[in-house]
């Protein structure tokens, strides 16, 4: 399934390249929901998030981790190929649990919070600025191993790229509410509260690009092997330690799990006409 000429091809690293920047923006469609609309739709936002999770989890597992391991089992041979993809897997997850524990809880950005939770009196001005630019930070930080994961998994296959970047804009959408709303309330400023949730959604593309200039020399099965089991384990701690939590947050435990259930379908059906 590993195709170089695919890796090297210029037509290819765009189209990847494009598809982590759509992802990454999709925190502007949050910005202009929150300064659009006086009230969240949570039972919307919740579905949404769960079917993100669905299709991350599933992807995760079915396509990503499986390729990762047919590839490193033809190089490396049958059982040293499976423990090094399931060493990059659990790397993957490391990697992006060091980053989750290295934000602060009050600003971490995978606390679901709604337009009306976020309006607060004048008098915390200040104190909803912090919050604003401190999440802008977070959210940014978080966004940069998306953004590998978006570009890496388009370069190997674009349809797959197309369906994992759909599943991180949708859970980019809250986030970019996350960052603009608290930046609105504490300056009134709208044009000050969309440009701090672009901020934090531009750095996903700028994970890409760094992350192909690095690898770029050393591309090869075996290593594309590797960042697939890795992005794998990144993208099973998100749909975990973010999406889940945040769709249960937002609205009714079932709701949440419908649109899993939904997500997991989706991929499971496109996959197969693939």
Known sequence: MMNTDMMTSEHTVLAAFLLSLFAGLATVIGSLIALLSSRTNRRLLSFSLGLSAGVMIYV?????????????????????GVWMAIGCF???????????RLVPSFENPHEARS?????APPSKEDKLMRIGVMTAVAI?????PEGIATFMAALENPALGVAIAVAIAIHNIPEGIAVSVPVFYATGDRKKAFWFSFFSGIIEPVGAVIAYLFLRPFMSPELM??????????????SFDELLPAAHEYGEHHIAIYGLVVGMGIMAVSLGML
């Open 90 to 100: 659990f790397g993957g997850i490391l990697l992006i649990g060091i980053i989750d």
């Open 60 to 80: 995760s597992f079915v396509e990503l981790l499986a390729e990762a391991q047919r590839t490193l089992t033809e190089a490396a041979g049958g059982k040293p």
């Open 225 to 238: 092997g590797c960042v697939f089991a890795a992005v794998a384990g990144i993208m099973v701690f998100i």
């Open 115 to 119: 337009l009306e939770d976020m309006q």
């Open 140 to 144: 940014a930080i978080h966004n940069f």
